[in-house]
């Protein structure tokens, strides 16, 4: 059997817990087309694209990437499974009382803007795919906020103080 190193059991342990984070972020956008379902074409692209990022996350071993991890800085464990704890309260507090839609949308919004401070990859330049994989899941990120601020304006709410 090859030698497996603290620093790769490490690594894959934050690849589960992103993959973890996105699954648990798809399914606040599930229940909220359930709960919105006048909305529910959006909450429903949202959701898809947090499973997308999910298979990205495992379409690759990332520790097989040439080189010695092709130079990839990963997050801290801590702030992937601090923003993970953080998405299943907010489940839990949908499951606890009703929410309007402006709390969702509210909901939404940080829990973008958590998990993209909480995914801080360093990446290397380079055309690899799995790296490619990677800057994609950021992106998107990045623009579910946006995507969620320019809904938040469509249905007339005010931004979030």
Not at 16 to 44: H, N, Q, T
Not at 74 to 87: G, K, M, N, S, Y
Not at 145 to 161: L, T, W
Request: with cysteine.
């Amino acid at each position: 059997m090859e030698h497996v190193s603290p620093a790769y059991v490490e690594k894959q342990k934050i690849l589960l817990k992103c993959i973890d984070l996105e699954i648990a972020v798809s399914a606040i956008y599930r229940d909220f087309m359930l709960l919105f379902p006048a909305e529910g074409a959006f909450w429903a692209q949202l959701a898809r694209e947090e499973e997308e990022h999910a298979r990205l996350y495992m379409a690759g071993d990332i520790m097989r990437v040439t080189g010695e991890h092709a130079g990839i800085r990963f997050p801290p464990t801590v702030l992937v499974a601090r923003t993970l704890e953080f998405a299943e309260q907010i489940r839990d507090l949908i499951g606890s009382r009703p929410i309007t839609l402006q709390e969702a949308l509210d909901m939404a919004l940080k829990l973008e803007k958590t998990v993209a401070e909480s995914i801080i990859f360093d990446l290397p330049e380079t055309d690899n795919p799995v790296i490619a994989n990677l800057r994609k899941i950021i992106a998107d990120t990045e623009a579910h906020a946006d995507r969620i601020e320019r809904f938040r304006m469509e249905k007339g709410f005010s931004f979030p103080v």
